[in-house]
């Protein structure tokens, strides 16, 4: 993606000669392509198809002598800044990324106000960019060791998982990697919500309790780039998907996350065996414009304290009305890999979280009693 490459800054950091030219040469067409545009009977006003949501018959005005666009069905719209990051790949972009893309495409030199932030934020960038360059390398190095050389050991465990058809499409590998672990291990990449290969999830198909490292390991945590605490895998898809959904499906792990997609849930994000936080729940407002979120976890003793301990650590957004959460509690053993297609219509039929707490406390309840 474009915005791969975007070096991030706040907007304090850039002159405000710079982000006025930006303004000034930035078109609405930057963001609708002209060839997409359809001729109104208003002058300078043309329609297109809404990006912002699920259109079939184009309901966005674009007037391009004011630089301005507006739907009329889900009423998104402003100025060209605006309707750039709008736009469900790039809704997680700060004001300074939209700038300098912009900047970018008009040939236009960053300008920033004090020298000595310019150069934290570049020498940032530039460290951003080699790690993700490295990470890609890797994951086309390891897709191929699990093509041409692993042991029919990984490809039995992954049709076991169900997610056999998802290999290619989801760069899935087998590697080591000496100074992270000397075992040959299945190797998952993972994106940022830009897309970009910032980490790897790595497991051990041969692991037994008490006698090796942990059966799965991850990259190591890097300020601002890759953080397990507060990764979202496969979020980068859910946010390409977002048109198509209303909900986001949030499961326990990256293989249960595969396997939802294979099945047709490309909704779905995964943990990582963490906790769903407040910042986890942000991330999928900010960058999906979704408030309803479904999080399904196993059915055991440990699914269900996880279930509370989640409740608590999002009830200040529950109670303001300010997060639709459902749970789906999954059948004792299961988990979405282990369910495939039976999953879309358990994920259908998830209550809210209210109920589902009130009916594990109380037991059923007639809703339709007042009483």
Not at 183 to 197: A, F, K, S
Not at 329 to 339: E, F, N, S, V
């Amino acid at each position: 993606p474009c915005c791969a490459k975007v070096a991030t800054a706040t907007s304090e950091m850039l002159s405000d000669r710079f982000v006025a030219a930006v303004r000034d040469a930035a078109q609405i067409t930057d963001v609708f392509p002209a060839e997409k545009l359809k001729k109104t009977g208003q002058r300078d006003e043309w329609v297109t198809l809404c990006p912002y949501h699920d259109d079939h018959d184009p309901s966005l005005t674009v007037n391009t002598s004011k630089n301005v666009c507006h739907c009329h069905v889900c009423g998104a719209g402003g100025d060209t800044i605006d309707a750039l990051r709008l736009l469900p790949e790039n809704r997680s972009w700060t004001f300074a990324e939209a700038i300098e893309h912009l900047a970018r495409l008009h040939n236009i030199p960053v300008e920033h106000d004090d020298s000595a932030a310019a150069e934290q934020s570049m020498a940032a960038a530039e460290h951003r960019r080699e790690l993700v360059a490295k990470n890609e390398q890797l994951q086309e190095q390891w897709h191929e060791d699990l093509i041409n050389q692993a042991p029919m050991q990984f490809w039995d465990y992954l049709e076991s998982r169900g997610i056999l058809a998802a290999v290619d499409d989801w760069k899935i590998g087998a590697g080591r990697l000496k100074t992270w672990w000397d075992q040959l291990r299945l190797v998952i990449p993972m994106h940022d919500h830009r897309g970009d290969v910032v980490a790897f999830v790595a497991r051990d198909l041969d692991w037994v309790k008490g006698k090796q490292p942990g059966k799965w390991m991850n990259s190591r945590n890097e300020p601002g780039i890759y953080e397990k605490s507060k990764h979202l895998f496969a979020l980068h898809r859910v946010i390409r998907n977002s048109r198509k959904h209303t909900e986001v499906l949030v499961v326990e792990g990256q293989l249960d996350a595969i396997a939802c997609h294979v099945n047709g849930l490309t909704n779905t994000v995964g943990i990582g065996g963490t906790a769903l936080t407040l910042d986890h729940v942000q991330q999928i407002k900010k960058t999906t414009g979704m408030q309803k979120v479904v999080l399904a976890l196993d059915g055991d003793k440990a699914g269900q304290e996880s279930m509370d301990r989640m409740l608590n650590e999002l009830l200040p957004l529950l109670v303001r009305d300010q997060l639709d959460l459902h749970l789906l509690t999954l059948p004792d053993g299961k988990d979405p890999a282990d369910l495939g297609a039976e999953m879309v219509p358990l994920v259908a039929t998830a209550p809210i979280w209210f109920e589902w707490w009130w009916n594990r406390e109380n037991g059923p309840t007639d809703n339709g009693d007042p009483a």
